[in-house]
């Protein structure tokens, strides 16, 4: 395989690996928007009929409700960005402990060099061997 096809192989693996990650939180996230909203739903049918409320005061429980959920899932959205910002710093050293596997462990001595300058971002043209 040469050095470029590998190259693209890693990245593709790193891009699926994150988004797999992405998405499992997203998808807990959405699992437990889901819950909210029946719960909600069901406070607000069992709140309506057992205080009785007129037509009007239900619409006004309804309004607060649906903004208290509003509300709550801001705060949800800042406090997962704040997530991704904080492990951040922990998957960029991940990654660049996996590079240093790839590249000690996979790659013979002779293709090293290029590997770096790939994952240094200084070359995506193919070598010259490659051509």
Same mark, same amino acid.
């Given at each position: 395989m040469?050095?470029i096809?590998?190259?693209i192989?890693?990245?593709?693996?790193?891009?699926?690996?994150?988004?797999?990650?992405?998405?499992?939180?997203l998808?807990?996230?959405?699992?437990?928007?889901?819950?909210?909203?029946?719960a909600?739903?069901?406070?607000?049918?069992?709140?309506?009929?057992?205080?009785?409320?007129? /037509?009007?005061r239900a619409?006004?429980?309804?309004?607060? $409700?649906? &903004?208290?959920?509003?509300?709550?899932? !801001?705060? @949800?959205?800042?406090?997962?960005?704040a997530?991704?910002?904080a492990?951040?710093?922990?998957?960029?050293?991940?990654?660049?402990?996996?590079n240093?596997?790839?590249r000690?462990?996979?790659? /013979?001595?002779?293709?090293r060099?290029?590997?770096?300058? $790939?994952? &240094?971002?200084?070359s995506?043209?193919? !070598?010259? @061997?490659?051509?």
């Amino acid at each position: 395989m040469s050095s470029i096809r590998l190259w693209i192989v890693v990245l593709g693996l790193l891009c699926f690996l994150a988004g797999a990650a992405t998405g499992r939180i997203l998808a807990r996230s959405a699992e437990g928007s889901t819950t909210e909203v029946g719960a909600l739903r069901d406070f607000e049918r069992l709140f309506a009929a057992r205080f009785e409320l007129t /037509p009007e005061r239900a619409r006004l429980l309804r309004g607060i $409700l649906e &903004h208290y959920q509003r509300e709550v899932e !801001s705060i @949800k959205v800042n406090h997962l960005a704040a997530y991704r910002s904080a492990i951040e710093p922990e998957l960029r050293s991940l990654g660049s402990e996996y590079n240093r596997y790839l590249r000690d462990q996979v790659l /013979p001595p002779m293709e090293r060099a290029e590997f770096d300058e $790939l994952s &240094h971002g200084r070359s995506l043209s193919p !070598s010259p @061997k490659n051509l």
